[in-house]
């Protein structure tokens, strides 16, 4: 199931939203003409794991390196932020993207512009500590929004669980557009994080995906939208145009 667009309107337009669209994409545009991957294998506690390593570009200095992390934390601690505009291709920048298009709008409508901000960056560094602390030796970089935009979808489950969702879903050799709330599209997501960690094996990256750094950013975001009095879901009810 892939989400395209939610019908929730906002009261202000999600200018914060908009500009870690833009930043993330101007980084990966640059980074993407200043280096490039090449293939590798990365030896793991759970055998040899085909992988890519960046040559050059912004990705090969500011990547977020669990091992590094975990040996000089207070070296290695601005990875936690810089990774976070770092993407490994097309598809990793323009999915994380398009999730905190259509779910970062409301988020932050209801949180404020600041509030958003702290918000955001709050879950991405859980989830690059919750990667961390799963994988402490891992030399794989990790970088990518996902941990931020995991929060926002926690956040927007509980703000927003029965919106509308607008998807795309594949049946058999055809797609067909529904509609269906968000808690379905969001819950369905966040099932396939849980059950891809593999939570009685190791915390390695598993395919190239962090799925630990996801977890731990949903669960961040929902803790905090709980904390902030804002997960009652009252703006959450579905709103067609």
């Not at 936690?80 to 779910?103: A, Q």
């Not at 709330?181 to 997501?189: N, Q, R, T, V």
């Amino acid at each position: 199931m892939i989400p395209l667009k939610d019908y929730n309107p906002t009261r202000c337009f999600p200018v914060v939203s908009v500009v870690f669209i833009a930043l993330n994409i101007l980084v990966f545009l640059v980074d993407r003409f200043t280096g490039h991957y090449e293939p590798m294998i990365v030896e793991t506690a759970r055998g040899l794991v085909r992988t890519h390593q960046f040559v050059g570009g912004l990705s090969a200095g500011y990547a977020l390196v669990p091992a590094t992390f975990a040996s000089v934390p207070f070296l290695a601690w601005p990875t936690v932020f810089t990774s976070m505009f770092l993407h490994g291709n097309w598809l990793h920048i323009g999915s994380n993207m398009l999730y905190l298009w259509i779910f970062g709008n409301n988020v932050e409508d209801v949180l404020g512009r600041f509030r958003f901000v702290l918000f955001y960056f709050a879950c991405g560094a859980v989830a690059a500590l919750a990667q961390v602390v799963s994988a402490p030796g891992s030399n794989i970089p990790m970088v990518g929004a996902s941990g931020a935009v995991a929060g926002v979808m926690g956040a927007y489950l509980l703000l927003f669980p029965k919106a509308r969702i607008l998807t795309l879903v594949p049946i058999i050799f055809f797609f067909t557009f529904i509609e269906v709330p968000a808690f379905i599209i969001i819950g369905y997501w966040a099932l396939i994080q849980f059950l891809n960690a593999n939570w009685l094996g190791g915390g390695e990256l598993r395919g190239g995906v962090a799925y630990f750094a996801h977890i731990g950013g949903f669960v961040a975001g929902v803790v905090l939208i709980l904390l902030s009095g804002k997960g009652r879901g009252e703006g959450g009810f579905s709103r067609l145009p």
